[in-house]
């Protein structure tokens, strides 16, 4: 179902510190894993701390440096103090992806509440924006860089992905806006967007849908991916090493970008 992946370069980041929120088991341990490969220095920020634990222990083994600092990235003390750690750590931060995010219900916009809608905004939008002007002044002094992590469906017309549609959206125009502001201080920002990945969250939809139709969940992928050029779906590492060429002084003239990583589900 899937390509081989070529092993990251270990120089790309060699020697930089990179934040990491939003680390799980799916992109977030992957972006995580795959700059510690790359040469960076890691610190892992999520709430769930069994989850940074299991991630950083797989970094050690692999011979990398990786910090575990639990976030509630909603509460402003616990964004200030993933900052202040990470400095005292290190004593830099050179880079942080922004891949922290929550799955809205799936639903028509015109049915969703408000409050539901809202607290979508406070980690899908606000929190990036949050730890970003906390990290601007190390940033600055590092001539550091940005990445944000988005979705496909600013592209698609998938319906009753309304709410997400529109939080992804408002985090688009965030990074274009940080791009500006902290352009002249020396600091790059620049979003992916993924489609479909195949990790955890849609290998458990091809399973049930498969269940449901009872058909090989091999059909069901296969029908997904007939909607990419490439007839396949991207896995995490793939989105991983789309972030850490970014992170990367090998791209330094590019900022205010958004770099697609689907397979060419949708083209831009």
């Not at 049915?111 to 606000?126: H, M, P, Y």
């Not at 002044?137 to 992590?149: H, R």
């Not at 997904?224 to 090998?250: C, K, Y």
Request: glycine letters at 8%; one cysteine or more; proline letters at 4%.
């Amino acid at each position: 179902m899937t390509a081989a992946l070529r092993p990251v370069m270990p120089t790309m980041l060699d020697g930089k510190v990179v934040i990491v929120s939003g680390v799980g088991e799916g992109l977030g341990r992957s972006v995580a894993v795959r700059s510690a490969l790359a040469g960076a220095r890691v610190v892992l920020a999520a709430r769930t701390e069994s989850r940074l634990t299991t991630v950083a222990d797989e970094i050690r083994e692999l011979g990398g440096t990786a910090l575990c600092v639990p976030t509630d990235l909603t509460d402003d003390e616990s964004v200030t103090s993933l900052v202040d750690t990470a400095l005292a750590e290190f004593g830099a931060v050179d880079t942080v992806v922004h891949n922290a995010f929550v799955q809205p219900p799936h639903e028509r916009l015109l049915d969703a509440t408000f409050e539901s809608v809202r607290q979508g905004l406070d980690i899908n939008l606000l929190a990036a924006l949050d730890l970003t002007r906390k990290l601007a002044p190390a940033l600055e002094k590092s001539q550091g860089s940005i990445v944000v992590v988005n979705s496909m469906v600013l592209r698609n017309q998938l319906p009753n992905f309304g709410a997400y549609r529109v939080q992804k959206a408002g985090l688009l125009a965030l990074a274009r806006s940080l791009s500006v502001e902290l352009g002249p201080m020396g600091v790059r920002v620049n979003s992916v967007a993924p489609g479909y990945i195949w990790g955890h969250r849609v290998k458990t939809m091809v399973r049930r849908q498969a269940a449901q139709r009872g058909v090989d969940p091999a059909e069901v992928y296969a029908e997904i991916a007939a909607g990419t050029d490439l007839r396949r779906l991207p896995e995490p590492d793939d989105i991983a090493n789309a972030v850490i060429f970014l992170a990367s002084d090998l791209a330094r003239a590019i900022t205010g970008q958004c770099l697609d990583v689907n397979c060419g589900h949708a083209h831009h």
